[in-house]
Each structure stands twice: as C-alpha cells, then as structure tokens.
C-alpha cells in the first residue's frame, strides 16, 4: 500500500546536525512533489520544505532557511532533510508528506513522524 | 504573511450532532488551494478536504467543506465517535509556502 515511513530522528544538542529519511513505497516516487512537516510538542502544524519530483526546484521556510536542505534520491525511493545548527524551537515531530499533483496545495499521504529533540 | 485563525478554539459536542468548524484567513486567499486535515492523538494528519470542498479519497459523505476569500467553514454532520480529533484548516499561497491555522479541537461533551 501506499507508505511512507520517516527515520533518523533522536536527541542532539543545540547548534548540532541530524538528518532525516523519508522511505516511499506503493507509488511511483519520482512522480511527486513531497514536503517536510513538522510538529512542536503540544503545538500546531508548521511547513518545513518543498521539493519538486526532480529535486531541481526546492523552498524552504523563513524559520529554517540557510539551515535545513532538502533533497531526495528518487533511484531510492527516498526523502531526506539534512538540518543544521539545530535549536531548541526545531524540536518537534518531523513528517513526511505527499502532494498528490504539482503545487495542488494539500497533502494526501502522510508519514507516521519521527521525533527530533534538541537539548544540552 | 497570512494567517489562518480557526474558532472555536474546543468544541464540546456529543456524538450525533452536528459540528461547525471555521477558518478565517488575515487576506482572502484561492479557494482551489485550501484544505482541512483530521489529526487524532499519536497520528499524523489525514486529508479530509482539499480545493476548499472536494472531499479527499475514503472520506464520509458526513463531512464537507464551504467558504471562499477570507471564510472557510468544515462541517460535519453528525458526529461519529471516531472525529473527535483535532482539525486544521491549511492554504497554499505564493513564494510558495503552506500555512496552517492553530487547529480546533472537538471533544466529547
């Protein structure tokens, strides 16, 4: 069925780097724009990254720009988020997400999360 | 920047009745490009509504979506033990960038 499955969350001390996978499967990858999305403890959704199905065309929120880089290999079926110089605020539940057509606006298949803490 | 206020914050209703939700943006924004989400406890968000009404795949009839320009309003009918959830309402805008409003919480009364 159609998946996603997120990993490489964990605990990291601020100004400390970690990077996130996003694993797709029962559909064709390449096809699709896919987004990162995250959630602070107790808090509401706030976008991330944005990223076309070639990776040539990628956006960033202001909250993580010049920090977070998103990237995929669609040879493995993968999303990725590298981020950088981690603060405290980045500390949240991190999902995957699909857009079901270019810029359509939602997102129809969403990972389970994974969750990155950021303390000393 | 446009900002997404949803009210109320928590609707306190029993199952069976009927629940409005609603969404007012800061600046109207493109109804093809708003949608709601249901997101339960230790769940990832599901779509319910995309295009500001059209419902997503797998999606009861019991829901619906309406509104345009600055108001959006989420409808459910009669609710089901199962939607007592939090819902966001979500727009994409220009740069691009997707902004979600702060959510509503409907809970069993």
């Known amino acids: 069925q159609v998946q996603l499955v997120e990993s490489g969350g964990g605990l990291v001390k601020p100004g400390g780097s970690l990077r996130l996978s996003c694993a797709a499967s029962?559909?064709?990858?390449?096809?699709?724009?896919m987004s990162w999305i995250r959630q602070a403890p107790g808090k509401g959704l706030e976008w991330v990254s944005y990223?076309?199905?070639?990776?040539?065309?990628?956006y960033y929120a202001d909250s993580v720009k010049g920090r977070f880089t998103i990237s995929r290999d669609n040879a493995k079926n993968s999303l990725y988020l590298q981020m950088n110089s981690l603060r405290v605020e980045d500390m949240a539940v991190y999902y995957c997400?699909?857009?079901?057509?270019?810029?359509?606006?939602?997102?129809?298949?969403w990972g389970q999360g994974t969750v990155v803490t950021v303390s000393s | 920047e446009i900002v997404l206020t949803q009210s109320p914050g928590t609707l306190s209703l029993s199952p069976g009745e009927r629940a409005t939700l609603s969404c007012r943006a800061s600046?109207?924004?493109?109804?093809?490009?708003f949608a709601w989400y249901q997101q339960k406890p230790g769940q990832a968000p599901r779509l319910l509504i995309y295009?500001?009404?059209s419902r997503a795949t797998g999606i009861p009839d019991r829901f619906s979506g309406s509104g345009s320009g600055t108001d959006f309003t989420l409808a459910i009918s009669r609710l089901e033990p199962e939607d007592f959830a939090i819902y966001y309402c979500?727009?994409?805008?220009?740069?691009?960038?997707?902004?979600f409003g702060q959510g509503t919480k409907v809970e069993i009364k």
């Open positions: 997400a699909r857009d079901p057509s270019p810029y359509s606006g939602a997102f129809d298949i």
């Open positions: 029962g559909f064709t990858f390449s096809d699709y724009y």
């Open positions: 990223i076309s199905n070639t990776g040539s065309s990628t």
């Open positions: 600046q109207s924004v493109s109804s093809s490009y």
């Open positions: 295009g500001a009404s």
């Open positions: 979500q727009r994409y805008g220009s740069s691009p960038t997707w902004t």
